[in-house]
């Protein structure tokens, strides 16, 4: 017997168990039980993933809000859609467009109600056609050096409004345009006047004339064009009364980088949505282009960059509601919604190959458009100068001469 356990013993040890394994081995004692986990907790992620909505930005939305989202969806995949392409085509822009906005109830949703007297009713309901002249030849980033004109005639006591305007949306079809230019007999102030154009052209036949801008390769279905003023001239009650220098005509960018910031994003997804269904269609080497890594990364970046750029300007719309809100917040979505949605259009234009290019899919045209959107109502780089000054505190619009100075 002690032979027999020797030699187990000594078999334990060329095996390299040690004496405390050795006398356990040996023991008669119960091996300890095996140890006892606690059960898992379940899942706390129990909502789906929708690609379309990825970040649940529906349900940050009101029930008023969701059903003007999806009235305007109707109305544009229903109204705009099956003829844009033509139009696109010709380069020529559908004047009854503005009637069916305006039977939508898609125009003047921030006028406020106070507002709506002679001018307002009829351009929120498409009756009539608006444009905002504030863009010059030589002053396209830099509005302080307006160069347009308008003098008091003492006599007649009317303003005299001289000069031009260029990269004016609507001015060739517009009934009403406003124009701003520096009033001399307010120390050079700028200062805002509406002109009407059947009254001008009753009184002073070509002095106000508005051609289009031709050969755009960009935005070819909205009709864009210039503004000459030879002397127009319009009554005193025609200069806004409450808007005095710069900030009167950035009060009104600013409501028209924010809606941007919507706009760009929503032709992001348009592009996602027709580089998804294409690519899990065609096939090549065997198998969907979306089986492809490639794909899927391209997909899931401007899936991404959609999802944080949607909720960002309705942040930005929450603050702007409770009167919260800065420029500089405004000059962010409006920056980060373009240059992200011009990128995802060329990165799903890429994932159609030849076919991309062609209107029919539709993601060529949004990608030319929102070169323009990515350089209109304050260039991409001119808004990272703003957001530069407010992070710095330093001014790079001046020059450098004029810093050292």
Not at 165 to 172: A, G
Request: glycine residues 10%.
């Amino acid at each position: 017997m002690m032979r027999r356990l020797e030699t187990l013993g000594l078999g334990l040890r060329a095996r390299g168990a040690t004496a405390a394994t050795s006398r356990r081995m040996l023991s008669t004692e119960p091996l300890p039980t095996a140890p006892v986990f606690e059960k898992s907790m379940p899942s706390l992620a129990t909502g789906t993933f929708d690609w379309r909505d990825p970040l649940k930005l529906s349900a940050s939305l009101t029930d008023e809000e969701l059903a003007m989202y999806q009235t305007s969806r109707d109305f544009a995949q229903r109204e705009l859609l099956p003829g844009v392409v033509n139009a696109t085509r010709a380069g020529t822009f559908d004047r009854g467009i503005m009637n069916a906005f305006g039977q939508m109830g898609l125009l003047g949703l921030t006028v406020p109600k106070e507002q709506k007297q002679r001018w307002l009713p009829q351009l929120a309901s498409g009756a009539k056609v608006g444009c905002f002249g504030l863009t010059e030849p030589n002053h396209g980033s830099d509005p302080s050096g307006m160069e347009t004109k308008a003098a008091w005639d003492g006599y007649t006591g009317e303003w005299v409004l001289s000069g031009s305007k260029t990269w004016i949306t609507n001015s060739p079809i517009a009934d009403l345009a406003l124009v701003w230019a520096r009033a001399d007999a307010d120390n050079g102030a700028v200062r805002g006047f509406l002109i009407d154009r059947a009254a001008v052209d009753r009184v002073q036949p070509g002095a106000f004339a508005t051609p289009a801008i031709e050969g755009k390769l960009s935005l070819k279905a909205s009709i864009t064009g210039s503004i000459f003023l030879d002397g127009v001239r319009v009554p005193r009650c025609a200069m806004l009364p409450y808007a005095r220098g710069l900030g009167g005509p950035f009060a009104c960018l600013n409501s028209a980088r924010y809606g941007i910031s919507w706009g760009a994003m929503g032709a992001a997804e348009a592009c996602v949505e027709i580089a998804r269904g294409y690519t899990l269609e065609r096939k090549q080497f065997g198998a969907p282009l979306a089986a492809q890594q490639l794909i899927q990364k391209k997909l899931a970046d401007a899936v991404t960059e959609i999802g944080l750029g949607l909720h960002a300007a309705l942040a930005v719309g929450r603050a702007k509601e409770r009167h919260d809100f800065s420029p500089e917040m405004i000059s962010l979505v409006k920056r980060n919604s373009c240059g992200k949605a011009l990128e995802i259009a060329r990165n799903c234009r890429d994932m159609l190959g030849g076919n991309g290019i062609q209107d029919e899919y539709h993601i060529m045209r949004h990608s030319t458009n929102l070169e323009t959107v990515n350089t209109y109502e304050g260039t991409h780089d001119v808004h990272a100068l703003i957001l530069g000054k407010a992070i710095t505190g330093e001014n790079a619009f001046v020059s450098g001469a004029a810093y050292r100075r």
